[in-house]
């Protein structure tokens, strides 16, 4: 790229106070159209913050070979589950996209090549949270996908590198569950915000390595023991928290909100950075 180009580019997104960054505890899809604590949190969590200029998400419900952003001018609203009620299927989420910013970031990143999408779209890790904190779905929206061939340890240290963003009024989301099992959820109590023992220990223990910044431990999970095999059966809802952590920079508090228990073998903790 030549000098005049990333002139241009950095013009497009002119330097701004230190923007937050998030992890979204994003739970069932039903959170989009349902009126409950959880939403509440993402509404006041929206309302606290200063407008972004774009978003960027990293979502569980993308994972690609390679790493790659959203490209588009317009994103697609994808329902990517199944058996839920019409009116789900039915919520569009129009944000639009935002080329320049997918350029900026594979311009900015240098450890790995950060390829181009034009069919991916918005899935429901991103709009369905999202739209409670921007519901006129006018700020632009892009999803950088999850990477199943690197370690934990190379998502955290691609986090590092997208730090800039920050600095440049973009607001950086990681949308998943710090714990997520969904064999051993009580489907008998969707609703009951409670945890299984082992749920609780892994929550509490996360929480903890949060609060002192041990983010190596964060990064080690597979060596914390049984109670986190179980709240990590599968790494795609954890991952963006590494997302997360890897963009606080030094001096730079945790807060927690949404930190709830949710039909035994979930949490929807969410954390802010500032």
Request: aromatic fraction near 10%.
């Amino acid at each position: 790229m030549s000098v005049n180009r990333l002139n241009e580019l950095l013009l497009n997104f002119p330097k701004t106070e230190k923007m937050p960054a998030l992890f979204l505890g994003h739970g069932s899809p039903m959170n989009a159209i349902e009126e409950n604590q959880f939403v509440q949190g993402f509404r006041a969590t929206g309302r606290e913050l200063q407008r972004p200029a774009a978003i960027l998400c990293i979502s569980a419900h993308w994972e690609t070979k390679g790493t790659w952003v959203t490209a588009m001018e317009s994103p697609r609203t994808i329902h990517d589950f199944g058996g839920f009620p019409p009116v789900l299927y039915d919520q569009q989420y129009p944000a639009p996209g935002s080329p320049r910013l997918a350029e900026f970031i594979s311009e900015t990143v240098l450890t790995t090549t950060v390829q181009h999408d034009h069919s991916w779209g918005l899935d429901h890790g991103a709009w369905s949270v999202i739209k409670h904190m921007y519901p006129q779905a006018d700020i632009p929206v892009i999803q950088m996908s999850l990477d199943v061939n690197k370690s934990p340890k190379e998502h955290y240290d691609l986090a590092k590198e997208l730090q800039v963003l920050r600095n440049r009024g973009i607001l950086i989301v990681g949308s998943g569950n710090m714990v997520h099992n969904l064999r051993r959820v009580d489907w008998n109590r969707l609703n009951d915000t409670y945890g299984y023992d082992w749920a609780e220990e892994a929550s509490e223990k996360m929480k903890r390595f949060i609060a002192t910044r041990d983010h190596k431990a964060m990064i080690d999970f597979h060596k914390q023991g049984s109670a986190f095999d179980l709240a990590i059966p599968t790494p795609e809802h954890y991952l963006p928290l590494l997302y997360t952590l890897g963009l606080q920079g030094a001096g730079e508090q945790t807060t927690l909100f949404n930190d709830q228990y949710l039909a035994g073998s979930l949490t929807m903790t969410s954390v802010k950075i500032t």
